[in-house]
């Protein structure tokens, strides 16, 4: 166990070091100049003077060599700073911290119900023994994987506010105006996941050991729900720590559509202004949520099952 989390916690640093420097290559030495950019707001440069440009590459460091700088923003980075933010000079740090509590509220609530949705779904679908319902169980996480996250918002929003009243289509007030945007985040996931735990499901159940246990006299439910679910519970419950990155790159999309604040409205209006110093931070912190999901994830798959520690991770990663 101890060297099992040795290499995972190796490879949670490897993969933050890795967005962190994927992240300045691509948004420091890509064509152009990025002081004129963020002075212009991706505006007409001529309307900023040399003085200016000149001193704010002072001020984000831009005047040292590419290595200085990238060691100078690392070494800042490890103490959890990232600069400040070209749209209004407030941290970065503070800006995404700010925001960061009505993003996890959202996600939070997307991945718990995707995972009760996914496991409903795969659950039924190969515990009845109704071939018709169980193909049409089996075909909706095709249809939820296909379906645009943007689309199912907006249908939710035409239908469920505007049409039926039930529910409101835009805000962060309240519980009520969670519902439909945790709602369009979790479809996909949700598709996801029961896609991956039906598979398991059927694989599990083709084992010996279930022909066994009901030779024995164990019932069907305890087999199925029981055994079977144990055994089946990894592949999907990986995924579902994979798709922790997935739900906050659909925050974009789902906190504009319902416009909401949150991380995903930051990312957008950062990337819309070509705020640089805000988008390396979101991207850094997208890796570290991801990275903390798995390092959860990688806790609790040994206790499933103890042979994980010594062996590769669950077929699905692979």
Known sequence: MPRYLVQRLLQAVFVLWAAFTTSFVVLYLLPGDPVSIMASGGGDTNDVSPGQIAELKRVYGFDKPLIEQYGDRLFHALQGDFGISVQNGDPVTRLIADQLPATLQLTSAALLLATAVGAGVALAATYTRRRWLRQALLSLPALGVSAPTFWVGLILVQVVSFRWGLLPAIGNEGFQSLILPA????????????????????????????????????????????????????????????????????????????????????????????????????????????????????????????????????????
């Open 183 to 318: 709602i369009t985040l979790a479809v996909p996931a949700s598709a996801v996941i029961a896609q991956v735990f039906a598979k398991s499901l059927r694989t599990a159940l083709a084992e010996p050991y279930v022909e066994t246990a009901l030779a024995k006299g164990a019932s069907r439910p305890r087999v199925h729900f029981g055994h079977a679910l144990r055994n089946a519970a990894a592949p999907p419950l990986t995924v579902a720590g994979m798709l922790v990155g997935n739900l906050l790159a659909g925050s974009v999309i789902v906190e504009t559509v319902f416009s909401r604040t949150g991380v995903g409205r930051v990312t957008a209006t950062a990337v819309t202004a070509q705020d640089i110093p805000v988008v390396q931070g979101l991207v850094v912190f997208g890796a570290l949520a991801f990275v903390l999901a798995n390092l959860a994830v990688d806790l609790i798959i040994p206790l499933l099952d103890p042979r994980i520690t010594g062996a590769a991770a669950p077929a699905v990663t692979r």
